[in-house]
């Protein structure tokens, strides 16, 4: 199968390398040219685990290319996805459907034979319909069927993901793209890959019923972790004694900062809205959305209360700044509402992430001094914050660690160590909903 990608970002790029390693012929095409000219010299513009092999592998058979233009490879195509972002739309929370609608109406203008268009970003109910309405708008002639297939591959683990998904949701009453689908992702089969075929509005709301629930399971357990701290339980005990239950499940139920991410917050905010619109309010999800806000704040006040109620004139540093381990997508990284309260509150703030702090710069330049590793970020500091639980600061050497600092206090967010062994090494320690050791 012939497939352009449009749109070559952390879900574009890794689909179109996983369907060229599936053997089908895959043009991926963004309209950022430094992003195509990059992956043109063989450089991967994003760090996602194991993607420049798999790049350079099906570039060198043939199977992968990359380009600005978008026409040649839609009118080649048998099936054209759609991968560009949808964020939050400044303003009311709506999800952005602007760069959507402008892709369809490019690849309309480009449309030759029977082609299957197919959504892949994350958008609202109903976005299909409109997208085959500016399609045929722009060419009534064109043979074209459009099908929601929804994404929901996990940055840092995308690749395992997209070839041995849960599930590959397809929405789409055509016969024809049905069968396109099919083939487009045979190669799963092996794997005994789930297809499920369902209406295409149906699959636009899968999507983001799956996301909003899996930000309910973070933010229903941060909240029993609170309570946790108030009453002397252990939140990592209640989340193992529940999990253990086939119908709660263990995935989902770590404590921490907060949810945050290129998905989850600017997801629930747009099914928010698209209920609201529809006079049918999800009030669990918005409870949820406004109590995982109001926490990244809380994150502060516990680092200050660690510190004996003030972070004003104290340095503190931050391990880790992307949204989770194995990525560098800063996109809602609880760490930036994190370090900008410190910032309010008064606090000097060094920070060090393996692979965040390009990224990071736009958001936290001038806010933060950034280092060269732990050790180093480490050096003078009042309190050392764990907001991301990359591996390698799960086995940090806590004497180096003590000696480097001006006061032995962490705070880890993500519960990584373990209280007896942190206040055998020496420091005064926090984390998340579990009691500290007496
Ligand atoms: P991204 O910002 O990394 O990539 C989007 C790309 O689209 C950019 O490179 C941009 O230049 C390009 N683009 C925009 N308009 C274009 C146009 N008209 N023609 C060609 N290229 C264009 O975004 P992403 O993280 O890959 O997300 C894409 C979609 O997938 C979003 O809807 C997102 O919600 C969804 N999604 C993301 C993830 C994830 O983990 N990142 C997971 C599942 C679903």
Redesign the pocket.
Known sequence: MRVAM?????????SGACFADFGHTVTC????AR?IEALQRGEI??YEPGLDRLVETNVREGRLDFT?E?PGPVAAADAVFI?????SRRGDGH?DLS??H??AR?IAAALAGFTVVVT????PVGTGDEVERIIRETRPDADVAVVSN??????GA?IRDFKHPDRIVIGTTDERARAVMTELYRPLYLNQAPLLFTARGTAELI?YAANAFLATKITFINELADLCEKVGGDVQEVARGIGLDNRIGSKFLHAGPGYG???FP??TLALIKTAQDHEAPLRIVETVVAVNDQRKRAMARKVAAALGGSVRDKTIAVLGLTFKPN?D?M?DAPSIPLITAFGDMGARVRAYDPAGMEQAKRDLDGLVTFCGNAYECAEGADALVIVTEWEQFRALDLDRLKQAMRQPVVVDLRNVYRPDEMARAGFTYASIGRPAFA
């Open positions: 449009i749109g070559t970002g952390y879900v574009g790029l890794v095409v963004d309209r950022d992003k513009p994003i600005t978008l991968a560009v972002g949808t964020p999800a760069y959507v402008a892709c490019e892949k970003s994350t958008v929804p994404e929901f591959l996990r940055e995308a999507k991410g290129s998905c600017k997801d990525t997508d996109r």
